[in-house]
T-cell receptor, first 111, second 115 residues
């Protein structure tokens, strides 16, 4: 089955810096890779996703890149702000509509 | 996207009792819903796939007789934690896949504390 690894587990940056979170997956059949942001005690919120027919996608300060050959994808946040502080999860689809999540990255943006 | 409502948002129960959690898809009919469990500072682990009108499909290691799932309508799935124990204390969260068959939309989650 699919296995998703995520690094780093924690990431501390200064406000205005960029943050990069990386994930690898194992199932070459996976074709959908979302990123979720979860604040403490709340539901995960989809922030960006990418499908396997695209190599990069950008939405304002957030971008995701995908390397299908290497089976890895990354989240890039530029000009970080304190409100970006949260736990971020990557995921990959497997089977019918199922998602397998990475272990999460706790991002702390200091003012 | 889909609007998913989960109830209750938190519950405290005594060991040995059962707790039912509801997950509703408010704006579209969901033949499939998913149930996850999230322990503190950990990731979301898929417990089971809830299928409307048929039996749920459980992930390896999840006891189907302990975590009863019912998906009797296209808008409602329920998860019942039977004979709850303190180790069942966790954040339980459901999701619905959107009409593109890929995006997952989550309920607000239920924090279960078993004392």
């Amino acid at each position: 089955g699919e296995n998703v690894e995520q690094h780093p587990s924690t990431l501390s940056v200064q406000e205005g810096d960029s943050a990069v979170i990386k994930c690898t997956y194992s199932d070459s059949a996976s074709n959908y890779f979302p990123w979720y942001k979860q604040e403490l005690g709340k539901r995960p919120q989809l922030i960006i996703d990418i499908r396997s027919n695209v190599g990069e996608k950008k939405d304002q300060r957030i971008a995701v890149t995908l390397n299908k050959t290497a089976k890895h994808f990354s989240l890039h946040i530029t000009e970080t702000q304190p409100e970006d502080s949260a736990v971020y999860f990557c995921a990959a689809n497997t089977g019918f509509q199922k998602l397998v999540f990475g272990t999460g990255t706790r991002l702390l943006v200091s003012p | 996207g889909a609007v998913v409502s989960q109830h209750p948002s938190w519950v405290i129960c005594k060991s040995g009792t059962s707790v039912k959690i509801e997950c509703r898809s408010l704006d579209f009919q969901a033949t499939t819903m998913f149930w996850y469990r999230q322990f503190p500072k950990q990731s979301l682990m898929l417990m089971a796939t809830s299928n409307e009108g048929s039996k749920a499909t459980y992930e390896q290691g999840v006891e189907k007789d302990k975590f009863l799932i019912n998906h009797a309508s296209l808008t409602l799935s329920t998860l019942t934690v039977t004979s709850a124990h303190p180790e069942d204390s966790s954040f339980y969260i459901c999701s619905v896949t959107g009409q593109m068959n890929t995006e997952a939309f989550f309920g607000q989650g239920t924090r279960l504390t078993v004392v």
